[in-house]
Nanobody, 124 residues
């Protein structure tokens, strides 16, 4: 069983920054693409970013390109999401997940193990 635990959320003013962390258990962590999603109240879960197993490839949702950076430290079984210039409409629960599939990386169904999420609140 794989466990995924996010941390680093909190309250930040618009224009501020936060760095989220995600620790996943398991010896095979370094062989999987990992992704970040977010879900605001009443909305669907939205793709934010993903990173390939060695970190050579990264993918971002259009709305976060240029402001968010995903990275990973396989020796620590950890994935990070650096979020800069945050906006109030990015208030959401942010989830980390392990990708099991090999199709479209931005699809929720491509991911099997999910964390409980960490709340990010951006005040205006």
């Amino acid at each position: 069983q794989v466990q995924v635990v996010e941390s680093g959320g909190g309250l930040v003013q618009a224009g501020g920054s936060l760095r989220l962390s995600c620790v996943a258990s398991g010896r095979t962590f370094s062989t999987y693409t990992m992704g970040w999603f977010r879900q605001a109240p009443g909305k669907d879960r939205e793709f934010v970013a993903a990173i390939s197993w060695r970190g050579f490839s990264t993918y971002y949702g259009d709305s976060v390109k240029g402001r968010f950076t995903i990275s990973r430290a396989n020796a620590k079984n950890t994935v990070y999401l650096q979020m800069n210039n945050l906006k109030p409409d990015e208030t959401a629960v942010y989830y980390c997940a392990r990708r099991r599939g090999s199709s479209l990386y931005y699809l929720v169904d491509e991911y099997d193990y999910w964390g409980q999420g960490t709340q990010v609140t951006v005040s205006s």
